[in-house]
Each structure stands twice: as C-alpha cells, then as structure tokens.
C-alpha cells in the first residue's frame, strides 16, 4: 500500500504562483512515475503533468505547458509541480497520483488516470480573478 499526502495548495490571485508537494510512503517511491491530476467542479478529473520514475521524462496538459513544471526528489519520496501564472480556470482540486506500473516512460500509460494505483486526498487550488 502506498500512501500519499498532498500539500501546498491555497488561495492566490491570477498570475501568482504556488508549489504542490506530495510526499510518498513507499520506498520504491523512485520506481514508479508520478502524476498531478485536478477536478473543478462539475468536471471530470483531468492530468496535468507526470514524471517518468527517472525523471528523464516529464508530460503536461497542453493547458499548462509552459506554467506548471513537474519534479521530483526520489531521496525524499517527494513530487512537486510548480504552478507559475495562475488563472481562474486553473481553480480546482489537486490530486497526485503514483503510476501502477514500475520503470514505465510510455507517455500514453502517464497521462491516463486509470493507470493510477494510488492517489492522494487532494489539495484544493483556488485562483481568484
């Protein structure tokens, strides 16, 4: 069992910046790749961002690409996803995910929320107009 604990999130206006971290329980933390997904309300949990197990690899929503940056610390047990420029429609609830499969790198199996074995409890993330 793995358990995952998501924090960082808050309140902060458009174009402010906050950082999510996610802190893993399992020690075979680095074997896995990672993955941020959020859910606004009335909408369906869509990814944001994963990172391979190396951390060679890293994927984002097209949504995203260019604000949010996805890293990790394997010494740790840590994922983090850096959220720069904030929008409102970036208001949602953050949940970090830990892949089901060990060493994967395929973009499609990151990216695809069934692919998730674990999940945290999410963070929630309000950006205000």
């Known amino acids: 069992q793995v358990q995952l604990v998501e924090s960082g999130g808050g309140l902060v206006q458009a174009g402010g910046s906050l950082r999510l971290s996610c802190a893993a329980s399992?020690?075979?933390?680095?074997?896995?790749?990672m993955g941020w997904f959020r859910q606004a309300p009335g909408k369906d949990r869509e990814f944001v961002a994963a990172i391979t197990w190396s951390a060679t690899y890293t994927y984002y929503a097209d949504s995203v690409k260019g604000r949010f940056t996805i890293s990790r610390d394997n010494t740790k047990n840590t994922v983090y996803l850096q959220m720069n420029r904030l929008k409102p429609e970036d208001t949602a609830i953050y949940y970090c995910?830990?892949?089901?499969?060990?060493?994967?790198?395929?973009?499609?199996?990151?990216?695809?929320?069934?692919?998730?074995?674990?999940w945290g409890q999410g963070t929630q993330v309000t950006v205000s107009s």
């Open positions: 995910a830990a892949h089901r499969q060990t060493y994967t790198s395929d973009t499609y199996y990151l990216t695809q929320s069934g692919e998730y074995a674990y």
């Open positions: 399992r020690r075979t933390f680095s074997s896995v790749g």
